[in-house]
């Protein structure tokens, strides 16, 4: 169930999927996050709290890691450790490095010096730790995590699932434009919904995919995102 808010601009949204592709999603169970899962960011973030729609690229290719969120990880428990960054933040470069661009944003790291060992000497008291807690943080922000296709099968499919999905984000988008909530575009996928969907009437703020190292400096990244303070208790 989503929240009551969403329900009839969702329901709208799926009838524009392909008829083919709306029977695939109902009876298919080799895809994630599930059919119970893909639509988690529109359980947790009422549609009248909406200011800002973050569009990743396709779910993670790793089933415990794909829950229906753009960019959470739920494979990630922790995001700090004695040594600095948890391993398991570590190996999710995207999320390396957005964590990274927080801290230098936060100005607890400078940007000179965004090793291990200085997120190490961090005063981690008044930080949050959990990857639900930074999808809290970006809610309270207003901000959906939505990519541009909502389900993952395999790597060679990617291109074909965002495309089927374009149907369901234009007519999303459609009954948002009232709103305007401002769109956080990251990636080359997400860039292209510029070229195949109508945006005219929406702010778009584009940037690198977190996979990027530039991400961590981007001036961008570092005012929008340190304005959310995302990584504050």
């Known amino acids: 169930m989503t929240h009551y808010s969403w329900e009839a601009i969702l329901f709208k949204a799926y009838n524009k999927l392909d008829k083919s592709y709306r029977n695939f999603l109902e009876q298919n169970r080799e895809y994630f996050p599930s059919k119970e899962e893909y639509l988690n960011a529109f359980k947790t973030l009422p549609r009248n709290r909406v200011k800002y729609i973050l569009f990743g690229q396709d779910p993670y290719p790793r089933e415990e890691s794909a829950k229906g969120y753009a960019f959470i990880d739920a494979k990630v428990k922790t995001i700090f450790s004695d040594r600095g960054l948890s391993k398991e933040?570590?190996?999710?470069?995207?999320?390396?490095?957005?964590?990274?661009?927080?801290?230098?944003?936060?100005?607890?790291?400078?940007k000179e010096n965004i090793s291990q060992e200085a997120i190490s000497q961090i005063d981690k008291h008044s930080l949050i730790d959990s990857i639900d807690k930074l999808r809290i943080n970006f809610e309270k922000n207003g901000v959906l995590l939505l990519n541009t296709a909502l389900i993952f099968t395999d790597k060679k499919s990617s291109s074909k699932h965002i495309k089927l999905w374009q149907p369901f984000i234009q007519s999303l988008l459609a009954s948002l434009e009232a709103d305007s909530p401002k769109l956080i575009l990251f990636g080359i996928h997400a860039k292209e919904l510029k070229k195949k969907l109508s945006l005219e009437s929406f702010k778009i703020i584009e940037m690198e995919h977190p996979y990027n190292h530039t991400f961590i400096l981007n001036e961008k990244a570092l005012k929008l995102f340190g304005s959310m303070k995302l990584l504050d208790k």
Not at 91 to 106: E, G, H, Y
């Open 89 to 110: 933040v570590n190996r999710a470069t995207s999320l390396r490095n957005f964590i990274k661009m927080a801290l230098v944003a936060k100005g607890d790291l400078q």
